[in-house]
């Protein structure tokens, strides 16, 4: 089932990061109340997360990557795609003077550490957002010869 989840290296990062995707997999694949209770009372507050299965599908958590597990904000209403790899300390969310819609992220980005993504916002297939960004309009896929 999870063939497809890449390790780099067998460290505590890894590790943890594999326990969340399993998790967030099992809690959305089942509806289990006991897992969502788990993660809003227990692994999300000592890890600063704030995660929600509704903002993946089944095929994006299993190949979603999270380097450094800690301080990731994604709101419910956004959607991830597949292939994503997210750093530490993004966050994904709504501006509230302006909209109540969330970024859409596409296939295979690459979100840096502390990079933010806020609006109704789309972030296209292939591309990649640099560490400290603050991202608050559309951008197309990279265009590549």
Not at 23 to 37: A, C, D, V
Not at 45 to 62: G, H, I
Not at 98 to 104: S, V
Request: a positive charge; hydrophobic letters at 40%; one cysteine or more.
């Amino acid at each position: 089932m999870f063939s497809k989840i890449k390790l780099i290296r067998a460290n505590k990062n890894s590790v943890v990061s594999t326990i969340i995707i399993y998790l967030l997999y099992l809690e959305k694949k089942y509806n289990s109340k006991f897992l969502s209770f788990l993660r809003s009372a227990v692994w999300q507050p000592t890890l600063c997360l704030n995660l929600k299965p509704s903002s993946f599908s089944l095929d994006s958590l299993l190949t979603l990557r999270l380097v450094h597990p800690y301080m990731i904000i994604i709101n419910g209403g956004c959607n991830i795609g597949s292939n994503c790899t997210i750093y530490h300390d993004v966050t994904l969310g709504m501006i509230e003077t302006k909209t109540d819609k969330c970024p859409q992220i596409g296939n295979n980005v690459y979100l840096g550490c502390k990079c933010s993504v806020l609006g109704d916002v789309t972030v296209g297939d292939n591309t990649m957002i640099g560490a400290h960004a603050l991202v608050l309009k559309s951008t197309p896929p990279p265009i590549l010869p």
